[in-house]
């Protein structure tokens, strides 16, 4: 890995510089997207949002939901309880089998957060949604990915991403399998304003 990369990596680290490249590449359209054909949250839902970053999601939520965000960049959450105090509810530790709404929550999310983790930490993040998630709520996430048709470019940025663990489509359900037995999925090549590859899961707890 270049220099350079490196340094790319170090500024994304800060939220300003985040949320503009996000912009730049058109990570906003892909949101939009996700929660318009995707979650469709309602009024009143309540959403947990793992590895929430900036507090970026709460700009395409609707107002009345009860947001939960947590992340381990002490930078990201001070912007965020800043700029999104007065809509969510904000920690810097990762979650863990605290109970983060008595009733459970509608959604979960972990957003662009699997490609970061190892297989045992993916499995332990899975398995503390399927315990914050109440019947009838859903796991949300979606990651860069792996795939025999995705372009010489789109591999090439994927390869210079901060994540070490993009998988194959088939290797991020083989983390879900376990605990959710229903899982849709969407691969698309074009969610991006960049060559690139986005796998996203939207898992059901039944019971």
Same mark, same amino acid.
């Given at each position: 890995m270049s220099h350079r990369d490196d340094g790319l990596r170090g500024v994304l680290t800060l939220p300003v510089a985040y949320e503009t490249f996000q912009r730049l590449i058109g990570g906003d359209g892909y949101r939009r997207w996700l929660v318009s054909e995707l979650m469709r949250p309602q009024p009143g839902w309540s959403i947990l949002d793992i590895g929430c970053g900036?507090? !970026?999601m709460l700009r395409f939520l609707p107002p009345g939901v009860r947001y939960h965000g947590f992340d381990l960049n002490p930078r990201y959450?001070?912007?965020a309880k800043r700029r999104y105090g007065e809509r969510g509810h904000f920690v810097c530790?990762?979650?863990g089998e605290a109970v983060v709404e008595a009733s459970g929550c509608d959604v979960v999310m972990a957003n662009a957060i699997l490609h970061h983790l190892d297989d045992a930490e993916a499995r332990q993040l899975v398995a503390i949604a399927h315990a914050q998630l109440k019947?009838?709520?859903f796991?949300? !996430?979606y990651d860069n990915a792996w795939v025999p048709s995705?372009?010489?470019?789109?591999?090439a940025l994927i390869a210079r991403d901060r994540g070490q663990h993009v998988r194959t489509p088939e290797a991020y359900l083989a983390l879900v399998r376990d605990r959710f037995a229903e899982v849709e999925t969407t691969l698309r090549h074009d969610g991006y304003?960049?060559?690139?590859t986005l796998f996203t899961m939207k898992a059901h707890r039944r019971s």
């Open positions: 900036p507090g !970026t959450i001070d912007y530790q990762r979650v019947p009838g709520g796991l949300l !996430t995705q372009s010489r470019a789109a591999r304003r960049i060559p690139y």
